[in-house]
């Protein structure tokens, strides 16, 4: 069955340093998702991205953050500056055109800032 | 915030049917409910979806009320696998899903 997969599984990086989380989508979909979980807290969107571009953002998505999706496959956030608050596990997912979106998950990315 | 309530917590002997609700009372005519659960550590996981009509897959059956304002997921024999947080959303089309607090379901052996 095909899975969403993530790299790397755990990522750890010093204040101030970029950083970029990688996602192989399933192949034949078309609506691509990165969320975040802060350790304890509910699970928080983040962006959604579709046709090359962003399609919705939240107030946690700033200018510190982006997307791209930069050869057909892979799907990557990049967090510029990274503080304190960014350590979470990050989620990306992706959702089919059927009609209806049920996204799925990939397994997260854990990044701790030190 | 998330739209839809839910109990915080519930139990379910290994073997036997857990039955989760949630209360859906902002529910659109046409805003769709989904269910989704997060085993520990892992990304949450699609369960099943359904508009009107009661749904079922090879997981789960969804129960909608006549009115849609409430829903049942049905986890026909639970197992110990099945220990998860469980999240009920309503939403249109590809948009974000907004996660609440879920229930947190323990299968008991």
């Known amino acids: 069955e095909p899975e969403v997969t993530q790299t790397p599984s755990h990522q750890v990086t010093q204040m101030g340093q970029e950083v970029i989380l990688r996602c192989v989508p399933i192949s034949n979909h078309l609506y691509f998702y990165w969320y975040r979980q802060i350790l304890g807290q509910k699970v928080e969107f983040l962006v959604s991205f579709y046709n090359n571009e962003i399609s919705e953002k939240s107030e946690i998505f700033d200018d510190q953050f982006s997307v791209e999706r930069p050869d057909g496959s892979n799907f990557t956030l990049k967090i510029r500056s990274t503080k304190l608050e960014d350590s979470a596990m990050y989620f990306c997912?992706?959702?089919?055109?059927?009609?209806?979106?049920?996204?799925?998950f990939g397994p997260g990315t854990r990044l701790t800032v030190t | 915030d998330a739209k839809t309530t839910q109990p915080t917590s519930m139990d379910c002997a290994e073997g036997r049917a857990a039955n989760l609700p949630c209360n859906h009372s902002t529910i659109s005519g046409n805003e769709y409910v989904y269910w989704y659960r997060q085993i520990h550590s892992q990304g949450p996981q699609y369960i099943i979806h359904?508009?009107?009509n009661n749904e079922t897959n090879e997981m789960a059956s969804l129960i909608i009320t006549e009115d849609r304002k409430s829903s049942t997921l049905i986890l026909p024999h639970a197992t110990l696998r099945d220990t998860a947080v469980y999240y009920c959303i309503d939403m249109l089309g590809s948009e974000k899903l907004v996660f609440g607090k879920g229930t947190k379901l323990t299968v008991n052996p």
């Open positions: 359904g508009l009107k």
């Open positions: 997912a992706s959702s089919p055109w059927t009609g209806t979106y049920e996204q799925y």
